[in-house]
């Protein structure tokens, strides 16, 4: 098992940045790739990012590529999202996860989410 929690979310005016953080817990956290998910209300949940467990490999939506930075701290047990020049799109619940596999943006581990709102 692997706990995880989010924090960070907040309101923030377009052009703005946040920087969420996500905390793990449980088993060996350096073993997990991670990723960074959100949903917009009414909408599916859609993938953000993701982080490899060494942190060498990245990768990204295409909507977010240049504004978001993915990044982990495994001593720490931390993996961030640094978010620049958000646009009101942005606006969804953030959510973090954790999975043994690379490459099929699927995930055993959640967290309960962040608010992020970006207002115009």
């Known amino acids: 098992q692997v706990q995880l929690v989010e924090s960070g979310g907040g309101l923030v005016q377009a052009g703005g940045s946040l920087r969420l953080s996500c905390g793990a817990s449980?088993?060996?956290?350096?073993?997990?790739?991670m990723g960074w998910f959100r949903q917009a209300p009414g909408k599916e949940r859609e993938f953000v990012a993701a982080i490899s467990w060494s942190g060498g490999s990245t990768y990204y939506t295409d909507s977010v590529k240049g504004r978001f930075t993915i990044s982990r701290g495994n001593a720490k047990n931390m993996v961030y999202l640094q978010m620049n020049s958000l646009k009101p799109e942005d606006t969804a619940v953030y959510y973090c996860?954790?999975?043994?596999?690379?490459?099929?943006?699927?995930?055993?581990?959640w967290g309960q989410g962040t608010q992020v709102t970006v207002s115009s």
């Open positions: 449980g088993r060996i956290f350096s073993s997990y790739n």
């Open positions: 996860a954790a999975d043994l596999r690379w490459g099929t943006w699927t995930y055993d581990y």
